[in-house]
Antibody, heavy 119, light 111 residues
Framework: EVQLVESGGGLIQPGGSLRLSCAAS????????MSWVRQAPGKGLEWVSV???????YYADSVKGRFAISRDNSKNTLYLQMNSLRAEDTAVYYC?????????????WGQGTLVTVSS | QSALTQPASVSGSPGQSITISCTGT?????????VSWYQQHPGNAPKLMIY???NRPSGISHRFSGAKSGNTASLTISGLQAEDEADYYC???????????FGGGTKLTVL
C-alpha cells in the first residue's frame, strides 16, 4: 500500500528556516516524480516544487531561491528545506507522488503538515 | 488570483448532474491534454479524480467524467450523491515558469 507521511511543520518566526520531511512506503521515491503542494488556510492549492526521478528540480516562482527540494534514497524520504520564511508561506504542505511535464497529475498525497509563519 | 478560473460554487440535488468549468489559456489548459481534477473533503488531502483531461484512475466511479474544449476543461458528476459534496480543483501543466497551475477551487453543495 502506498503511504506518504509528512512531518516537520510548526510555528516559525518570519525569516526563519524549517525542514519538512515526507516518509514514503509502498513505492520507491527515487524512481518517481515527487512534489510539494501547499494550501494556505481557507485557500486553494498551490504547487511548490518537484524533483524528477533524474534528480532535476523545479520550483514555483513564489519560492524560487528560498526553498530546496531533495530526497534521501536510503530512507525513501522526500524533504523540503524552507529558508527566509514569510507570513505568506503559512499553509498546510502536502507531499504528492506524480509526474510533472508530459502527463501531469498527482496520484497519491500525504495528509499534510501545517507550517505557520508568525511572530 | 489563481492561474485557472473556476466558479466559486455549484449545487445540485441528489441524482442530478452538475458540471464544473476550468478556464485557462493556450499556455496551459488549451495547449496540453494534461488537465487533472481533485476532490477534497474538509480536513482531508486532495484525491485524484480525473487525469489527462478524461481518464479515471482505478477505483473512481464512472459518474465522474472530464472533457476539454479550447482553453476550458470541465468536470461532470452525474447521479449526484451526498458524498460528492466537497471542494473540487482543476490543475494543468503550464509552459510558464511554474510548471503546474491549479484553479481556485469550486465548492459543490448537494442540496
Amino acid at each position: 500500500e502506498v503511504q506518504l507521511v509528512e512531518s516537520g511543520g510548526g510555528l516559525i518566526q518570519p525569516g526563519g528556516s524549517l525542514r519538512l520531511s515526507c516518509a514514503a512506503s509502498g513505492f520507491t521515491v527515487s524512481s518517481n516524480y515527487m512534489s510539494w503542494v501547499r494550501q494556505a488556510p481557507g485557500k486553494g492549492l498551490e504547487w511548490v516544487s518537484v524533483i524528477y526521478s533524474s534528480g532535476a528540480t523545479y520550483y514555483a516562482d513564489s519560492v524560487k531561491g528560498r526553498f530546496a527540494i531533495s530526497r534521501d534514497n536510503s530512507k525513501n524520504t522526500l524533504y523540503l528545506q524552507m529558508n527566509s520564511l514569510r507570513a505568506e508561506d503559512t499553509a498546510v504542505y502536502y507531499c504528492a507522488r506524480g509526474r510533472v511535464g508530459g502527463t501531469t497529475h498527482f496520484d497519491y498525497w500525504g495528509q499534510g503538515t501545517l507550517v505557520t509563519v508568525s511572530s | 488570483q489563481s492561474a485557472l478560473t473556476q466558479p466559486a460554487s455549484v449545487s445540485g440535488s441528489p441524482g442530478q448532474s452538475i458540471t464544473i468549468s476550468c478556464t485557462g489559456t493556450s499556455n496551459d489548459v488549451g495547449g496540453y491534454n494534461y488537465v487533472s481534477w481533485y476532490q477534497q473533503h474538509p480536513g482531508n488531502a486532495p484525491k485524484l479524480m480525473i487525469y489527462d483531461v478524461s481518464n479515471r484512475p482505478s477505483g473512481i466511479s464512472h459518474r465522474f467524467s472530464g472533457a476539454k474544449s479550447g482553453n476550458t476543461a470541465s468536470l461532470t458528476i452525474s447521479g449526484l450523491q451526498a458524498e460528492d459534496e466537497a471542494d473540487y480543483y482543476c490543475s494543468s501543466y503550464t509552459s510558464g515558469s511554474s510548471l503546474v497551475v491549479f484553479g481556485g477551487g469550486t465548492k459543490l453543495t448537494v442540496l
